[in-house]
């Protein structure tokens, strides 16, 4: 499908991977006693708690994402052999409420917020979130941010995007949902809205299941196409 930005009312945004960097992670993870390399350890970590929330999804088995993250945390550092205690796993998971925001965030969101109400739309739950805005200091330009946990759903189910629809008061396909990963993209549009992918990095599409809407580079991008 094209995009279309006249039928843009409301902007949606995806939290982790598109507003602040996971992989953050990685500097909590090097101060961990026996850590030779973290950046395998925290892509297992990343990979996995995806995974445990879809699997949630299939068997019903819902979990708030922190908690999920955790016990996906202790299965990356046990795989890797890596001994710690429940203390020192804490501290690590707790980097996730001090991620770093990407640097078009803010200014890009700012542009945004100019013409259309802009909403979190994330797996997270509520006590991650507010730490995410609070960090990312983006609170004053959104209408609210919305958890997973308020439907005990995660991503791709279109459960969860009906709801933000819901809660914002916006025909489904009157929203532009803007993330990173492909499962979101393609989550969203399945669910009616436009999809709109946020490629910062050059990473190769998966493109089983078709095309996104749109793909910008960043959120000025965005704007400009907006605009």
Known sequence: MTFDPDRVETLTFDSYGTLVDVATVETSLAEVPGMADPEPVSNHWRARSLMYTMIANAIDAYQPFYDLNRAALEHALETFGIDTDEAEREVVLEAYHDLDVFDDVRDGMARLGDDYDLYVLSNGNPAMLDSMVEGAEIGDLLEDAISADEVETFKPAAELYRHAAARAGTPIDRIAHVCGPFFDVYGAMNAGM??????????????FAGEPDLTVADFHELADELH
Do not use: C, I, L, Y
């Not at 436009?194 to 493109?207: E, I, M, S, Y």
């Open 194 to 207: 436009q999809a709109v992918r946020v490629d910062r990095g050059g990473t190769p599409w998966d493109g």
